[in-house]
């Protein structure tokens, strides 16, 4: 059964010349990795005794429903371009006795503890499931995960976010983040953007109002994965 969402049909005809030339005759993805200052976010962590993992993937679904051109969507049945009103991350969790990934779809709840107990029961019951079979019912779900497949974000408006294990550089914990979005509806500056809200997401949640999280590598190399077919 297709899970229930809110969204609002985008006019076409105000769909912008570019868009339509990248979601029709040059189909890519804009994508751009950079790694990002967590030591406020890994410190907290480690204070309250709560998942990492968890706690990021909290704020990263906050920016990605912070702006519309985030949370677009295309309905093949219907041929419309849509703009959902709340998107959630699907996560790949790895299963060694089956040696295959499996998406876990966790919904986004404003309330941080209320995120934070529902995505870590959705990990918990992992287990329990063994495919793919139903990620047509799950639209309005964007790739997010640690450990992931590769997506083809130019196939689709969905953004996928992979980060890697953060490290100690220089006194600090610098986690590498890429973000990938259909060049249809983003162009560099808008996926350079998720970086910038990202660091004031940590800041917010950590209570950090004189600091600014060092944002390194990426901004100015991003690369336009041509995948047309």
Known sequence: ???????????????????????????????????????????????????????????????????????????????ELVCYDQINPTQYVYREDTETFVPVYSTYYETYELFYSEALNDLRLAGDRDSADDEGEHPNWFDASYDSVDPDPHKGFAPSVKWGEYRKEGGRYMMPVSVSLNSAIADGYVVARVFRLLRDEICDFNGITDASPEVSGGWMGFSNENAAS
């Not at 985008?10 to 200052?37: L, N, P, Q, Y």
């Open 1 to 79: 059964m297709l899970e229930m969402m809110d969204y609002e049909v985008v006019d076409m005809i105000k769909f912008k010349k570019r868009g339509r030339h990248f979601s029709e005759a040059s189909k890519c993805a804009t994508t751009m990795t950079a790694k990002i200052d967590v030591t406020g976010l890994v410190d907290y962590s480690e204070r309250t005794g709560t998942e990492f993992y968890i706690n990021f993937l909290y704020l990263l679904t906050r920016v990605m429903n912070s702006r519309a051109d985030y949370r677009m969507g295309y309905l093949p049945d219907s041929d």
